[in-house]
T-cell receptor
């Protein structure tokens, strides 16, 4: 069975500092991994995905994520945080051959001016 | 133009009532989804339709019935509403099914409050 864990409910970072939002996953085979962002009172928006190839994936708004197979992780990163990055971030995983996209419980990122 | 639109945005109703939430996408996508997000922000898929055919039906009470009159619309009807149904319901769509790993586009959500 597939699952995804976001160990931190809340991440606070000062504006201009690098940010990391953690995600680990569990699947039977190779994973397909996604990051989505949810701004207040809005639906989720796609940020980036890893399917295959280069372990470092670049996405929207300057975000990137690194796929680490040995650590079964897919952490989201950004070199310099903006106040406007404050939102709820969801990691999601899908196994090859499965129909479901399984979301983590979300991490609330707050960027402090 | 809004790509995925849901109506209503807010829905407040009494226990036992029947209500519907409508969803429309103008992206030409083949697949549409309904998700439920609870008070702890946990997001779980409920249903998925591909070209009007049901392809995902998670463990959801049969009081919930999706209806897809065409591939641009996926409505959610809920009978005999219960307090535990209070949540935010999101509609989403993608170009193809999950098998092709396409990106899902989400609506703004419908906040359902059952009193």
């Amino acid at each position: 069975a597939q699952s995804v864990a976001q160990p931190e409910d809340q991440v606070n970072v000062a504006e201009g500092n690098p940010l990391t939002v953690k995600c680990t996953y569990s699947v039977s085979g190779n994973p397909y991994l996604f990051w989505y962002v949810q701004y207040p009172n809005r639906g989720l928006q796609f940020l980036l995905k890893y399917i295959t190839g280069d372990n470092l994936v670049k996405g929207s708004y300057g975000f990137e994520a690194e796929f680490n197979k040995s650590q079964t992780s897919f952490h989201l990163k950004k070199p310099s945080a903006l106040v406007s990055d404050s939102a709820l971030y969801f990691c999601a995983v899908r196994e090859i051959g499965a129909n479901n996209l399984f979301f983590g419980t979300g991490t609330r990122l707050t960027v402090i001016p | 133009d809004t790509a995925v639109s849901q109506t209503p945005k807010y829905l407040v109703t009494q226990m036992g009532n029947d209500k519907s939430i409508k969803c429309e996408q103008n992206l030409g996508h083949d697949t549409m989804y309904w998700y439920k997000q609870d008070s702890k922000k946990f997001l779980k898929i409920m249903f998925s339709y591909n070209n009007k055919e049901l392809i995902i039906n998670e463990t959801v009470p049969n009081r919930f019935s999706p209806k897809s009159p065409d591939k641009a619309h996926l409505n959610l009807h809920i009978n005999s509403l219960e307090l535990g149904d209070s949540a935010v319901y999101f509609c989403a769509s993608s170009q193809d099914g999950l098998a092709t790993l396409s990106i899902q586009y989400f609506g703004a959500g419908t906040r359902l409050s059952v009193l």
